[in-house]
């Protein structure tokens, strides 16, 4: 089985520093279940790939703790796929081989190790039974542009069908520890087995391997599940930390974004000025049903119930603790039945298909889109844009040019800590344009606050319209 990872990140060659393999020199690995070879196919200023090769043994794989459970004739523990297509083995192998990489680090080259380069990741083969849509929605929402090639099973029988072994390649701009940690989960899930029992030790590698991507992963449980080799008491075990791990950030999140940015834009009270906008458009468009996803604590909530035309109300959010500061703001337990009945407060992501959320005229997201890292703010399209798709989506967000206009906000800095991005009046128009065109809304932006001639005004919102309702 063979994994090359390729990078043009210039110069090129710095890849034989964060791997700590020369690329001068063949290198070999002993493992238990064969040999590792470390090579480069090509190496230049511009372009450079290393590439691992794993010559696995047959007779140690019978000779180990766990042998194949895949076959069942007399001579299944030696002809089978496992030679071949890329599995435990890989992960094992990257860590051994790789580890120095896999944990981020580089004696060398420490800055290049935390910094994005552009990555290509080609796997030769992978078995993927369940085919090219799972491997797409395992990388997919980790940032990867997806491709996979599989072949017949036999050239001379093509009535036979498709293999289920792919070739796959992905391309990423990441870290390279990113991108060694995804493989190093991702290769056995899709194969869906492992060479060696699977026992609590597990669970800490996996939740090690992915503390910063799988708890918001739109696969997590069936990567889990896959991962652990079935095994229910380890997955549940092992979702029920990850549940309360991504709680735990989420509420500390929430906390302190109460304080951070409403300080900074507190002297343009630009917090009220935006809640104001974003009503005046619901109120505009007409909208009778209307949901604000991440509603945190409930301000624009209230707004929305002082307004009887509002007939619906539900307030989203992925923080119980945000859910449950918005019911004392609203004084639920107090409000009439009639008005009672007008709202709801779920608890969601919005980075999973939730059918609670289809059906509503209008949907608002308050500065919400620039708290989500890219595999987020997609699989957030996704779920807003093409499978709940309500009439109107209103979006708020910073606008970065007016940051130096805060006195109190250091040069080059986020409004919020947890930002992991704030664009430009153009950068934010280009994404709702590609948007809209994607989903079939039209949309126009405009301004929230006071406004400079230079930079704009501190705020800006896109509102979004399904053809034909605009």
């Known amino acids: 089985m063979l994994l090359t990872i390729t990078t043009t990140h210039s110069p090129a060659s710095d890849l034989g520093y964060l791997l700590h393999k020369n690329p001068a020199n063949l290198q070999t690995f002993e493992l238990s279940f064969g040999k590792a070879h470390v090579f480069y196919p090509e190496v230049s200023e511009a372009r450079c790939t290393v590439a691992l090769l794993l010559d ?12 194949t459970q895949r076959l069942d004739f007399s001579l299944g523990q030696y002809v089978n796929d496992r030679p071949y297509a890329a599995s435990s083995f890989m992960s094992v192998a990257i860590s051994d081989v790789f580890g120095t990489a896999l944990n981020g680090r580089s004696k060398e080259r420490q800055e290049l190790a935390e910094t994005a380069i552009p990555l290509e990741a080609k796997i030769a083969v992978v078995a993927c039974a369940s085919g090219i849509e799972f491997l797409k929605e395992l990388f997919e929402p980790l940032g990867y542009e997806v491709s996979a090639n599989n072949t017949v099973l036999d050239e001379n029988f093509p009535e036979w069908g498709q293999s289920e072994y792919f070739t796959v390649l992905l391309r990423n701009t990441c870290r390279l520890s ?24 597990e669970i800490e590698k996996l939740l090690r391997r992915g503390e910063t991507w799988l708890p918001s992963h739109p696969k997590k449980q069936a990567i889990v599940t896959r991962y652990l080799s079935h095994q229910r008491s380890l997955s549940r075990e092992a979702l029920a930390q990850l549940l309360e791990e991504d709680q735990n950030n989420l509420d500390q999140e929430t906390d302190r974004k109460q304080g951070e940015e409403e300080a900074i834009e507190k002297s ?43 007939k619906q109300i539900t307030g989203m959010d992925v923080s119980y603790r945000a859910l449950e500061r918005a019911e004392k703001r609203l004084h639920l337990n107090r409000l009439p039945e009639l008005q009672r009945e007008r709202i709801k407060l779920i608890h969601g992501s919005l980075m999973y298909v939730d059918k609670r959320l289809a059906g509503y005229d209008a949907a608002a997201l308050v500065e919400v889109i620039e708290h989500l890292d890219p595999p987020r703010l997609r699989a957030m399209e996704h779920v807003v844009f093409k499978q709940a798709k309500p ?39 280009a994404w709702a344009n590609s948007i809209a065109d994607e989903h079939g809304y039209s949309v126009r932006t405009m301004p929230i606050g006071p406004e400079e001639a230079a930079t704009g005004a501190p705020s800006q919102m896109a509102i979004f319209s399904q053809e034909g309702q605009a």
């Open 56 to 67: 696995v043994d047959p007779v140690k794989l019978v000779r180990g703790v766990k042998r």
């Open 178 to 201: 990113e991108l060694l940690n995804h493989l190093y989960v991702v290769i056995p899930v899709l194969d869906n087995d492992k060479h060696y029992w699977v026992n609590q030790d």
């Open 268 to 310: 343009i009270s630009l917090h009220e000025q935006r809640l104001g906008t974003v009503l005046a458009v619901l109120k505009s468009c007409k909208a009778s049903r209307v949901i604000d996803l991440g509603c945190g604590e409930g301000k624009l909530l209230k707004k929305l119930m002082a307004e009887p035309a509002f």
């Open 391 to 429: 009439g109107t989506v209103v979006v708020t967000t910073p606008n970065a040019e007016y940051n130096i206009n805060f006195e109190s906000l250091p040069a080059g800095r986020f409004r919020h800590r947890d930002h992991r991005f704030e664009w430009t009046r153009s950068e934010f128009a």
